[in-house]
């Protein structure tokens, strides 16, 4: 079984920054698209960055060049670095992952638990 794990989340005042990491634990076979969603109270979740393989990136429109979002080769996971944070950038935070478990499957899309952000003074 496959499970994304996530950290570096926390309380940052505004103008700060944060990075979060998250990583797959177990066995599969391959791993491709990676990134960050963000949901707060009241909201439906909304797209924070995507990263491909060969590195294509995409942001969502909130994020005004403020974030970045990374492959971490080396884990097979993917980082999301966060400057120039606003209090309306508070939100649970969670990965993705498009994970192949064997030859024989098509791509699932796994999640992270979710990490908390909060912004504040």
């Known amino acids: 079984q496959v499970h994304l794990v996530e950290s570096g989340g926390g309380l940052v005042q505004p103008g700060g920054s944060l990075k979060l990491s998250c990583a797959p634990s177990?066995?599969?076979?391959?791993?491709?698209?990676r990134g960050w969603y963000r949901q707060s109270p009241g909201k439906e979740r909304e797209l924070v960055a995507g990263?491909?393989?060969?590195?294509?990136?995409n942001y969502g429109s909130s994020i005004e060049g403020r974030f970045t979002v990374s492959l971490d080769n080396a884990n097979n996971g993917v980082y999301l670095h966060m400057t120039a944070l606003k209090p309306e950038d508070t939100a649970v935070y969670y990965c993705?992952?498009?994970?192949?478990?064997?030859?024989?499957?098509?791509?699932?899309?796994?999640w992270g638990q979710g990490t908390q952000v909060t912004v504040s003074s």
């Open positions: 990263i491909s393989l060969d590195g294509w990136t």
């Open positions: 993705y992952s498009d994970i192949q478990l064997t030859e024989w499957d098509a791509d699932d899309r796994y």
């Open positions: 177990g066995t599969f076979f391959a791993i491709g698209d």
